[in-house]
Nanobody, 122 residues
Framework: QVQLVESGGGLVQAGGSLRLSCAAS????????MGWCRQAPGRQRELVAS???????YYADSVKGRFTISRDNGQNTWYLQMNSLKPDDTAVYYC????????????????WGQGTQVTVSS
């Protein structure tokens, strides 16, 4: 059973930064797609950023230039560096992974973390 554990959420003022981490364990398969999604109250889940083993990245328009997804070389750990945070970024952030290479913009991951709250105050 694959487990994904997020960390790094919290409360930050607008304009500040946070770094989220996701550690995967228990997978007998290589993780070839990893991503971060978020969901705010009353809103649909949104794919924020994704990365494949082929180093293809995807970013939602709302976070381009502010967020960066990265992965530890050879490790099942990936990150979301969030800069210039805005109150609209407030949401529960979930990391996700899949053994397949998903198409850019897809959030159809097989494995999900439990979520970490990010709150940006104005």
């Amino acid at each position: 059973q694959v487990q994904l554990v997020e960390s790094g959420g919290g409360l930050v003022q607008a304009g500040g930064s946070l770094r989220l981490s996701c550690a995967a364990s228990g997978s007998e398969f290589s993780i070839n797609s990893m991503g971060w999604c978020r969901q705010a109250p009353g809103r649909q889940r949104e794919l924020v950023a994704s990365l494949t083993s082929g180093r293809t990245t995807y970013y939602a328009d709302s976070v381009k230039g502010r967020f960066t997804i990265s992965r530890d070389n050879g490790q099942n750990t990936w990150y979301l560096q969030m800069n210039s945070l805005k109150p609209d970024d407030t949401a529960v952030y979930y990391c996700a992974a899949d053994k397949w290479i998903l198409r850019a913009g897809s959030d159809e991951y097989d494995w999900w973390g439990q979520g970490t709250q990010v709150t940006v105050s104005s």
